[in-house]
């Protein structure tokens, strides 16, 4: 890996890590640099301002969750399979990134996250759009909205992942697929078959 990217990521790993911690006011970038090694001005070298630096943190947590997410999609048949696989995707790496997991929750409402990173975020969610689309198509239902469903399911996955943080129980994929049930049914889109 090149040394640059190296020093990049290590900068994108302290600075999560210290943003969860210690907020984004409490978190200056004389420590984001100490903690990373290297020299305050070098920072600057990476990211011009602690804004595009969270900004940095929070495409770099988005991506990964895009690779992670959606890889594989397409061997699942059905619009219902998919989703499945991508409920129970994000509870695991949630699950597995507990940061990551509390970074997103803290700061992706937040001021801190600029209006065009968001953009760019939603744009990474274009699997979950063609989903739904073809849900709305095959059941007729021309009167629901994507992006309404998708934050629904979202939001959905975030909190049935909350339950195992809360309980701190390992991952349950029968207690998950419960609850992805529940949810399914609940926004009326029964199986296809």
């Not at 190296?6 to 903690?35: C, D, M, N, Q, Y």
């Not at 209006?115 to 007729?140: A, G, R, S, V, W």
């Not at 629901?144 to 959905?156: H, K, Q, R, T, V």
Request: glycine letters at 4%.
């Amino acid at each position: 890996m090149d040394k640059r990217i190296k020093k990049r990521k290590k900068i994108i790993e302290v600075s999560l890590k210290l943003f969860v911690e210690r907020g984004f006011h409490g978190t200056p970038t004389s420590l984001i640099a100490k903690e990373s090694g290297i020299a305050t001005g070098t920072l600057f070298n990476y990211f011009k301002t602690k804004d595009i630096l969270i900004n940095e943190v929070y495409k770099d947590i988005e991506l990964e969750q895009k690779k992670y997410f959606f890889k594989d999609l397409n061997k699942k048949e059905t619009p219902k399979e998919k989703l499945k696989k991508v409920w129970n995707d994000s509870i695991i790496w949630g699950i597995d990134n507990p940061y990551k997991r509390k970074f997103g929750r803290y700061f992706s409402d937040s001021i801190f996250i600029s209006d065009d990173t968001k953009t760019k975020i939603y744009n990474h969610y274009k699997p979950l759009f063609d989903i739904f689309k073809k849900i709305i198509e095959k059941k007729d239902t021309k009167d629901s909205d994507e992006l309404m469903l998708i934050l629904n399911f979202m939001g959905a996955c975030i909190f049935t992942g909350e339950y195992f943080y809360i309980m701190k129980e390992p991952y349950n994929e029968k207690l998950s697929n419960e609850s992805f049930e529940k949810f399914y049914k609940g926004i009326e889109l029964r199986d296809e078959n």
